[in-house]
């Protein structure tokens, strides 16, 4: 039966690998020098910093403080073996955002009505809705701006693409297919 020491030191050692991939080290770099770095790159590392580095901390206690006949003096809490090995499930996970997608994205075209954004995200019980014109992204139309415009009965704005124009530009993020870090080791072992 595995410990939960040696469960512990397995994440810990996954953790611990995922990270010199991120911060692409060839060479060797410490566990808390990895996790600095790789904080401000990767969402689930800088989620559960302050727990890694009590693991790290956790870590040296089992590995490097051990009793006479070289036991293992600290055996951590279940919990804490079953976050570490969360932790580090997620970091080898190649998920990407299409993989947690259920439905394709319904968009709206700039030649779509006000009036028919405005009934789609009542039909989807969404508050933004992605407006393309063919395959190119063109803005985001958002409740907000939807009330607006009937508030003000702007009767000028009739189309999906005119409230586009007189609206400030949000902030989207677009993921690629592939990882990040996938993308960026594939680029290094290229050169």
């Not at 947690?100 to 405005?118: G, L, N, W």
């Not at 009937?150 to 007189?166: C, M, Q, S």
């Not at 530009?169 to 993921?175: A, C, G, I, K, W």
């Amino acid at each position: 039966m595995t410990t939960n020491a040696e469960r512990f030191l397995d994440a810990y050692a996954k953790i611990e690998r995922r990270m010199s991939e991120i911060a692409r080290e060839t060479k060797y770099v410490s566990f808390s020098n990895l996790l600095s770095r790789c904080a401000k790159q990767n969402r689930v590392i800088s989620m559960n910093e302050t727990n890694l580095r009590e693991y790290n901390e956790l870590r040296n206690a089992i590995v490097h403080q051990r009793g006479k006949a070289n036991e293992i003096i600290a055996e951590p809490v279940d919990s804490v073996t079953v976050d570490i090995e969360r932790i580090a499930s997620l970091l080898e996970s190649d998920d990407t955002a299409l993989d947690y997608s259920s439905k394709p994205v319904k968009t709206i075209s700039p030649e779509d009505t006000v009036q028919k954004a405005y009934d789609m995200m009542c039909e989807l019980n969404t508050s933004k809705i992605p407006v393309y014109d063919d395959t190119k992204y063109k803005g985001i139309i958002t409740l907000e701006a939807v009330a607006k415009w009937a508030v003000e009965d702007d009767k000028a704005v009739e189309y999906v693409g005119d409230l586009i124009e007189y609206r400030k530009n949000e902030r989207v993020l677009f993921f690629g297919r592939t990882p990040m870090w996938k993308r960026q080791s594939k680029a290094l072992r290229l050169h």
